[in-house]
């Protein structure tokens, strides 16, 4: 499966508190239960009015079928192509 950052426009979620946050993941998991296993959720970032999700997939018609099913609007989508966190610095080839 490739790996996608999903960017979503929703107005005020960065005020929503944890049950709000709670029931939109139950949503959320309910869409994604339907797309099984074409579709995994791993985690999102929420920021002001936005929601940054990473997904793994199997293409991105499967992000705008979750997208639909669940009512979250997928703003943008970007293919994650490759991964560098601190670490990525000490690699040396031999």
């Not at 107005?11 to 309910?30: C, F, H, I, T």
Request: glycine share 4%.
């Amino acid at each position: 499966m490739k790996k996608f950052v999903i960017e979503r426009d929703i107005p005020a979620v960065g005020s929503m508190d944890r049950s709000e946050l709670g029931a939109a993941a139950q949503k959320s998991n309910e869409a994604l239960a339907e797309l099984s296993p074409d579709i995994q959720w791993q985690h999102s970032y929420v920021a002001g009015d936005k929601t940054f999700c990473i997904y793994l997939a199997k293409d991105e018609d499967a992000i705008h079928r979750h997208a639909e099913l669940s009512g979250f609007p997928a703003t943008h989508i970007t293919e994650i192509t490759s991964v560098i966190d601190p670490a990525t610095s000490r690699y040396r080839p031999t």
